[in-house]
């Protein structure tokens, strides 16, 4: 009996030195299993005015906090989408820890932890700052059902940690894309300026008025198509740009496009077409007696768009290119005349 309380006395010592060793790798760490990883992140969130984020085999994307707006650098300071900001970041504030995982280096890339130079798969680095003052410095790896792993960098430790940190790779994903929504009933005239073919305008005496009336007319014998005066009158509805362009081809033909609200509210809209690429320019503007609201309206636009060029989905440009000819129904027997 008293060899068995011996062993079970040297069992326990065991087990607590253990324990010991664990508690304090985990505390020089700074984290333990249950514990919040970033436990002082909740505090500087509001603080955070700069972040880059940089993914395996791409370029920096680097976001910058200007005047209560996010702005994306590499885009010339186009304004940031700042859902998936505010939500990761929220993310990564609530996060606990599930395992203490590897700190061998030879075993990171397994994890998707390795240092962001050597890494070649999912790994994104996550750099914030507040006042020049660095707030984390994370690598972010794999993820599978219960979380994310990630390391601090220029620690050893590895974490895996119980959510799943989720992050745009590429500039062009961090942009908000929603550029304009102008809807047709509220359009009094549209103005085109066409590569080929006259001039035309499309309008309505009243916002009460269902469709448009075409000038110059239809020839005697022609009807509207009116599938094409609507898919012209719906160009600034929702529209969206998919890239701010940095530099645009050479010699591109621009088509001229004024489309003005009954407000009087007017966009001038610059588009052009080379193979399957489209680019787009926007500049909006407003009467000398226009309303306060609507002089800000107008500030709101051009503080994204005036001075910039964007890469277009083809839909989105394409009914900005339609002659005054596509917008007629061919004659009976004559299909060639749809242009």
Same mark, same amino acid.
Do not use: C
């Given at each position: 009996?008293?060899?068995?309380?011996?062993?079970?006395?040297?069992?326990?010592?065991?087990?607590?030195?253990?324990?010991?060793?664990?508690?304090?790798?985990?505390?020089?760490?700074?984290?333990?299993?249950?514990?919040?990883?970033? !436990?002082?992140?909740?505090?500087?969130?509001?603080?955070?005015?700069?972040?880059?984020?940089?993914?395996?085999?791409?370029?920096?994307?680097?976001?910058?906090?200007?005047?209560?707006?996010?702005? *994306?650098?590499?885009?010339? =300071?186009?304004?940031?989408?700042?859902?998936?900001?505010?939500?990761?970041?929220?993310?990564?504030?609530?996060?606990? +820890?599930?395992?203490?995982?590897?700190?061998?280096?030879?075993?990171?890339?397994?994890?998707?932890?390795?240092?962001?130079?050597?890494?070649?798969?999912?790994?994104?680095?996550?750099?914030?700052?507040?006042?020049?003052?660095?707030?984390?410095?994370?690598?972010?790896?794999?993820?599978?059902?219960?979380?994310?792993? *990630?390391?601090?960098?220029?620690?050893?430790?590895?974490?895996?940690?119980?959510?799943?940190?989720?992050?745009?790779?590429?500039?062009?994903?961090?942009?908000?894309?929603?550029?304009?929504?102008? !809807?047709?009933?509220?359009?009094?005239?549209?103005?085109?300026? $066409?590569?080929?073919?006259?001039?035309?305008?499309?309008?309505?005496?009243?916002?009460?008025?269902?469709?448009?009336?075409?000038?110059?007319?239809? $020839?005697?014998?022609?009807?509207?198509? @009116?599938?094409?005066?609507?898919?012209?009158?719906?160009? +600034?509805?929702?529209?969206?740009?998919? =890239? +701010?362009?940095?530099?645009?081809? &050479?010699?591109?033909?621009?088509?001229?496009?004024?489309?003005?609200?009954?407000?009087?509210?007017?966009?001038?809209?610059?588009?052009?077409?080379?193979?399957?690429?489209?680019?787009?320019?926007? &500049?909006?503007?407003?009467? =000398?007696?226009?309303?306060?609201?609507? +002089?800000? &309206?107008?500030?709101?636009?051009?503080?994204?768009?005036?001075?910039?060029?964007?890469?277009?989905?083809?839909?989105? *440009? =394409?009914? @900005?290119? @339609?002659?005054?000819? @596509?917008?007629?129904?061919?004659?009976?027997?004559?299909?060639?005349?749809?242009?």
């Amino acid at each position: 009996m008293k060899q068995f309380k011996i062993l079970v006395a040297a069992v326990a010592a065991v087990l607590i030195a253990v324990w010991f060793l664990s508690h304090r790798e985990q505390q020089k760490f700074g984290a333990a299993e249950g514990a919040l990883f970033l !436990p002082e992140l909740d505090r500087q969130l509001a603080e955070i005015d700069r972040l880059q984020v940089h993914a395996a085999g791409a370029e920096p994307v680097t976001l910058t906090l200007q005047d209560d707006r996010w702005l *994306v650098a590499e885009r010339n =300071d186009y304004p940031a989408e700042t859902e998936v900001l505010r939500r990761e970041l929220r993310k990564l504030a609530e996060t606990r +820890v599930l395992e203490q995982k590897t700190a061998q280096a030879e075993y990171y890339a397994r994890l998707g932890v390795a240092d962001i130079d050597q890494a070649e798969d999912t790994t994104v680095r996550l750099v914030a700052s507040a006042g020049g003052t660095p707030v984390l410095d994370l690598l972010i790896g794999k993820s599978d059902r219960r979380g994310s792993y *990630v390391r601090r960098s220029g620690e050893a430790q590895s974490w895996l940690l119980d959510s799943r940190i989720s992050l745009p790779r590429e500039a062009t994903a961090w942009l908000d894309k929603a550029l304009l929504d102008v !809807p047709r009933d509220q359009l009094q005239q549209i103005s085109v300026s $066409p590569l080929n073919g006259p001039q035309y305008h499309l309008s309505k005496a009243d916002q009460g008025q269902d469709q448009f009336t075409l000038e110059p007319s239809p $020839p005697e014998g022609r009807e509207l198509d @009116m599938a094409n005066v609507n898919r012209l009158g719906a160009a +600034v509805s929702r529209l969206r740009l998919q =890239d +701010v362009a940095l530099t645009l081809p &050479e010699a591109l033909a621009w088509t001229t496009v004024r489309f003005q609200r009954f407000d009087g509210l007017e966009l001038t809209v610059r588009s052009a077409r080379q193979d399957s690429d489209r680019y787009l320019q926007l &500049e909006a503007s407003a009467p =000398d007696d226009a309303s306060e609201e609507l +002089v800000a &309206e107008v500030q709101r636009i051009n503080a994204r768009a005036a001075g910039r060029s964007f890469a277009m989905a083809q839909h989105a *440009v =394409d009914a @900005m290119h @339609m002659s005054h000819e @596509m917008l007629l129904k061919p004659l009976a027997g004559d299909e060639s005349s749809a242009g």
